[in-house]
């Protein structure tokens, strides 16, 4: 059909601002629907996407002139001019769906759904929707249990295409009301959800008549969860059921079927209404019926009694399992067994947060959603992401589960009026309940949009600038449309962030102190049992803690209030909270207005996330920032260990400053305190790795003995009024730490060495240097606000029995006579690395022909290491300690590794230079370059020792002492877990260390027991 030649095709540059893309195209088109087309171009512009809006209506006009009876096609054209209200519907409708779309063109007579005046204002009663869906596949909608009938398959089939047909009849009215009247988003999801409830009737009354006449001696209920259950579902999405059923009784009260029998009907019926829904036919599918949330989840059978699943729920169920019955609502089949099944069910939801596993559950949840989001998808995922719907579901819940124990008014199942109720109830603030009503009322509304078009379930918004183009105009932005829509969903999204914080902990400042009358105003029992919720043990303390941080009207007190909620907020996360506020208490009150503190904590948030962590999760960190509060600041630092030169340099010019040897170590060891938080800061913020904490640990003492000795020496010189000390010492490094492999909990095992100047008494020079080796144990051993360091002498020659120094010549002459192979050993990790260098040199070429035999030893020397070896692992072990999991002495521990590497060393390191480390994981790999052991021996072995290592500092980290097993006090087993990088709540840590360490004592059985 073209224009007549009194009238005028719409210009170019009218056809672009109704919205058209190609409007050469349109003019076709628009001259194919007839003159009368061009009066619908004002509605056009109000579509989502005219283009397609055009084309669809083109499509359907040509499927009425096929289809329809004469005259049809200019009815239909007639109608849309002559009513704008039917025309907004319409086109609406087909700019925004070509899905539904394509549904009109298959039923063209379907447009007459779109003309009744009530279609734009009226909500459809459940019941009407039920009753037409029912009569569509045939089934009487007043009788008790509605039985489709359908014998023959042509029945059948007849049956599942008029379910789907009649669906979308229902669908096509409310989506065209949704688009062209702006409901409400709670009152589309209600309407989707009733036309759901109606559709799992009319599939169970085709399932009954499949399952035939013993489908008549068992009662069924299908209870919707999820978006269903909530009266909350979207345009597209799974129906989330479970089922419940009971034998049919007879006259005398007894079951017609037993109990399997009973099962076995429930089950086909079950099996046949999900196949109704979710087979594809010629008019396409409806949606999935999900059944994974039943007890037991895919392993469960499809249905149970009442009585089984309130046993499940009894004994087995998971606090997530709970959190989902919150929105358990029945739907169909025996409306009186679904209302005992909801009866039921409530009493567990509303018992659920007093569950000891309640805190831990929920965080894992949660954790779980935002795991399994695809990297790529992260920032644009509109249900799952950061400041998404599900936080929004997330927080809301979690308020009800926690405040509607005692307050049956917040239990509504919907979200937006569950929020509504919180607000009323005073558990969210009034602005706040409404800017999150507006967040969770748009991003629900763009959902729907997103799904409309192709009726796909998709949660991702696209990137697409046609799509965005077309979803901003369908969320109301006719102009700039992607720009506007996209600052609108950043704005949603940064709100929804700041409220999920502000929702949980803001309400709980409102209890003990004086802020805004907007926020919420939770009483002292209220604000206890959200704390207690969030996994605070002692909610009154915490309470107490707020009360004496933000009490006054002070500035610091008025920082505190800002700063509280994301604190809370993360110590919550993380392992100990009680923990996590009592020391930010005690840190805060120490600094008092020390005007750096608050605003380094204000205005850099990466710094007070940090702080948070370390002190919920460590008493080792914490209590070294106890003992010097001004080490926040290292938080905003490069965590990166400093080399000991650098250290040493401090150190040394620390103590020119001071006037006695007291007040030089007190330096000192300042900055050693100072540098150990650095150390274990870096490891518990997952900076550090475990042979860089070694290592940064070694050279830290390197460090504070250099300094130390310095200190000490000038000391007993002036004392003993000497020009200049008598002779030249060294400290040897044995052990781990000789072995670069400190940890948090080691002594600094040593040896010290001397070496008397020419012409000096030898008497007097090793009383000096006995003397200098004293008051250096003494002065950093002394108890103080600083960490003691422990100078351990006891692998010298003769023990404890033996002089604390010798000489050179000494150590030569001792280890020619006496020494056994186990000195030999321990020579293996000697490494001078403090004092005089010449000293330091010689006693490396004294002890390395001793340690490194050029033939390795003898057989006789391997018999004796293996029989001190076994002795030590039946003598050393702590009574009641387990050996298979005690970190150090264990099977597969780390000695069973260390000692088969120094006994590979004994036997090959004369002949293999590699070998001449003291440094395990470095011997280990010159090991197995030298072929000595396998490299999947050697990689065993190595993992193992890093695995055990980091699982023996992060239990010092938590504890605060050292510790060679793993915590039984759950708290803090969780928080080793969390240390070492496992979600808090999950036990894999003990799995994977039992898992390496048996491993590790396979290797060791074969290469060092052989």
Not at 265 to 272: D, G, I, K, P
Not at 322 to 338: I, S
Not at 614 to 640: K, N
């Amino acid at each position: 059909m073209s224009t007549g030649p009194g009238e005028r095709a719409p210009s170019r540059a009218a056809l672009l601002r109704v919205g058209f893309d190609d409007v050469d195209e349109a003019r076709e088109r628009l001259a194919e629907l007839g003159p009368q087309a061009v009066e619908l171009l004002a509605i056009l512009g109000h579509a989502a996407d005219p283009d397609t809006a055009v084309l669809q209506l083109l499509r359907v006009a040509e499927a009425l002139d096929e289809q329809g009876p004469a005259g049809e096609r200019a009815a239909f054209l007639d109608a849309l001019v002559d009513d704008e209200g039917t025309a907004m519907r319409v086109l609406t409708v087909l700019g925004a769906s070509t899905a539904l779309g394509d549904h009109l063109i298959r039923h063209p007579e379907q447009w007459h759904e779109l003309t009744d005046p009530s279609s734009g204002s009226t909500r459809p009663a459940a019941w009407a929707i039920r009753e037409g869906l029912l009569l569509a596949v045939g089934a009487d909608p007043t009788a008790a249990a509605p039985v489709a009938d359908v014998a023959t398959p042509e029945a059948d089939r007849a049956a599942v295409d008029a379910l789907r047909v009649e669906y979308r009849r229902w669908l096509l009215r409310l989506a065209a009301r949704d688009l062209a009247h702006h409901l409400g988003v709670d009152d589309v999801a209600a309407e989707l959800s009733d036309l759901a409830a109606g559709t799992l009737e009319a599939a169970l009354a085709v399932a009954r008549g499949r399952v035939g006449e013993q489908a008549a001696k068992v009662r069924l209920a299908v209870v919707a969860l999820g978006k269903c259950g909530g009266h909350e579902l979207n345009y597209v999405s799974d129906v989330d059921v479970v089922f419940v059923h009971e034998p049919v009784l007879d006259e005398a009260g007894e079951p017609q079927i037993g109990p399997d029998a009973a099962l076995r009907v429930a089950s086909r019926l079950c099996t046949q209404l999900i196949s109704v829904c979710s087979d594809h036919t010629g008019e396409g599918t409806i949606w999935p019926v999900d059944a994974n949330l039943r007890p037991e989840g895919r392993r469960g059978s499809l249905s149970r009694t009442l009585a089984s699943h309130e046993g499940y729920y009894d004994r087995w169920a998971s606090t997530w399992e709970f959190q989902a019955l919150l929105k358990a609502r029945p739907v169909a089949g025996d409306a009186e067994l679904g209302r005992a099944y909801h009866e039921m069910a409530q009493g567990f939801v509303w018992r659920a947060a007093e569950r000891d596993n309640f805190v831990p559950e929920v965080q894992a949840m949660r954790r779980r959603v935002l795991e399994h989001i695809p990297s790529r998808d992260a920032e644009r995922q509109l249900k799952l992401g950061s400041g998404g719907l599900r936080d929004v579901e997330f927080a809301v819940q979690l308020l009800q589960l926690v405040h509607g124990r005692a307050d049956e008014r917040i239990r509504q199942p919907t979200t937006l009026s569950a929020l509504a109720a919180l607000r009323r109830g005073g558990y969210v603030g009034l602005e706040d309940g409404q800017a999150l009503h507006d967040a969770y009322a748009f991003l629900r509304t763009l959902e729907h949009r997103m799904q409309l078009w192709q009726m796909r379930r998709i949660h991702v918004v696209p990137d697409d600038p046609e799509a965005l183009q077309r979803l901003g105009r369908s969320m109301g932005h006719l102009r700039s449309s992607t720009e506007q829509l996209e600052k609108q969903w950043r704005h949603h999204r940064r709100e929804v962030r700041r409220l999920h914080e502000k929702l949980f902990y803001r309400p709980l400042l409102a209890a003990v102190a004086r802020i805004s009358s907007e926020d919420a105003r939770l009483s002292p029992e209220a604000a206890q049992n959200r704390l207690a919720a969030l996994g605070y043990v002692d909610p009154a303390a915490a309470l107490r803690h707020l009360e004496a941080l933000t009490a006054g009207l002070s500035r610091t007190a008025a920082i505190q209030r800002t700063l509280l909620p994301v604190m809370l907020s993360w110590f919550a996360d993380a392992p100990d909270p009680d923990a996590g506020l009592l020391g930010f208490r005690r840190i805060s009150e120490s600094l008092g207005a020390t005007p750096w503190y608050l605003r380094l904590l204000r205005d850099e948030g990466e710094v007070a996330r940090r702080l948070a962590h370390l002190l919920g999760t460590s008493r080792y960190a914490t209590d070294l920032l106890q003992r010097e509060p001004e080490g926040v600041r290292i938080l905003g630092q490069d965590l990166a260990p400093l080399s000991s030169e650098t250290l040493t340099a401090e150190m040394l010019a620390g103590v020119r400053r001071q006037d006695g040897l007291t007040a030089a170590v007190r330096t000192i060891r300042a900055i050693r305190r100072r540098e150990l938080f650095r150390i274990s800061a870096g490891e518990l913020l997952e900076i550090n790795d475990v042979d860089v904490v070694g290592a940064a640990l070694s050279r830290l003492t390197d460090a504070t003995l250099e300094a130390t000795l310095t200190a000490v020496t000038a000391h007993v010189t002036r004392e003993r009024n000497l020009v200049a000390p008598p002779t030249r010492m060294a400290i040897v490094a044995m052990g781990r730490y000789g072995g670069f492999e400190l940890s948090y909990g080691s002594d600094a095992d040593v040896m010290f060495v001397h070496d008397p100047v020419p012409d000096a008494d030898p008497a007097k020079a090793a009383s000096f240097a006995q003397a200098v080796v004293s008051e250096l144990r003494r002065q950093l051993a002394t108890a103080g606000t600083d960490p003691a360091l422990e100078v351990d002498a006891d692998l010298r020659p003769e023990g404890k029995q033996g002089p604390m120094v010798r000489t050179l010549e000494a150590y030569a002459a001792y280890y020619r006579r006496w020494s056994a192979v186990w000195e030999f050993q321990a020579l293996l990790r000697a490494d001078a690395v403090v004092g005089d260098e010449d000293v330091r040199r010689r006693f490396h070429e004294l002890v390395d022909p001793l340690r490194f035999p050029a033939e390795g030893i003898g057989d006789d020397d391997v018999s004796e290491v293996r029989r001190i070896k076994a002795r030590v692992d039946t003598e050393r072990l702590p009574r009641g300690a387990d050996p298979s999991t005690h970190l150090k002495l264990g099977r597969g521990g780390l000695a069973d590794i260390e000692w088969t590497v120094q006994l590979l060393q004994m036997r090959y390191a004369g002949r293999v230079a590699a070998l001449r480390t003291p440094r395990t994981v470095e011997a280990l790999g010159a090991a197995a370059e030298a072929d000595l052991v396998g490299v999947d021996d050697a990689t065993t072995l190595v993992e193992s020792w890093r695995l055990v290592s980091r699982v023996r500092n992060a239990v010092t980290l938590v504890r605060g002492k050292a510790g060679d097993q793993l915590p039984r006090d759950p708290r803090e087993r969780a928080a080793v877990a969390a240390v070492m990088g496992y979600p808090v709540g999950q036990d894999a840590l003990a799995n994977d260390l039992l898992r390496a360490m048996r491993r590790a004592r396979a290797v060791v059985d074969r290469v060092f027991w052989e």
